[in-house]
């Protein structure tokens, strides 16, 4: 074989190694989420989001809307699932702000700091799709987000929790990838 083909068949190999790692992640997001729905708000799903996006970058929205898709077709497409469409593409490019080459002394702090605040910021992210189905005019729309900040609080502290675990995660998941 030369080392053209070679090259080739390398690259096939590592598409393929993504697409289940992909396929496996968001398989991961729903049954952690459907695990985890007796607890209002508390979900792996933001720390997820993050570690993908830490880790695969751009091709971190793969598994993020696998995971959106699959939701769909467990739960229904219904109008509580619109802002999925967008609400976890804002935690992931506010990942993607974070530089790259942090310190894991300072990821320690920022990683869960961040997904608590994507929990904190749920409500007011859903807002805006939910105003437009609904047709809630602006003081509906700051009243409904007010009823839900205790909710969002709860979201807050159960991203924070979990976001402990983006570090370590996104440390070893290379490391099993280059060892596949």
């Known amino acids: 074989m030369n080392e053209s083909a070679r090259g080739r ?36 799903l933001g720390m997820f989001t993050m570690l993908c996006a830490i880790v695969f970058r751009a091709k971190g929205l793969i598994p993020i ?10 739960a229904g497409f219904n109008l509580w699932w619109v802002p999925y469409l967008y609400i976890w593409t804002v935690l992931w490019g506010m990942t993607m702000l974070i ?5 894991p002394k300072v990821a320690a702090v ?3 700091t961040v997904c608590a605040l994507h929990g904190l910021l749920y409500g007011t992210l859903y807002a805006p799709a ?6 809630f005019d602006f003081e509906q729309t700051v009243a409904w ?9 709860v979201h807050c502290v159960g991203n924070a929790v979990a976001g402990l675990l983006i570090l370590p995660l996104s440390q070893l998941l290379p490391k099993l990838m280059k060892r596949i």
């Open 9 to 44: 068949a390398h690259r096939w190999a590592r598409r393929i190694l993504e697409m289940c790692v992909f396929a496996m992640i968001a398989a991961l997001m729903l049954c952690s989420k459907l695990i985890m729905e007796f607890l209002p708000n508390i979900h792996l």
């Open 110 to 112: 920022v990683y869960p």
């Open 130 to 135: 939910q105003a437009l189905m609904l047709g």
């Open 65 to 74: 809307y696998l995971y959106v898709m699959l939701n769909g077709v467990i």
């Open 99 to 103: 530089p790259k080459n942090i310190s």
């Open 145 to 153: 987000i007010v009823a839900g900040l205790p909710f969002d609080i």
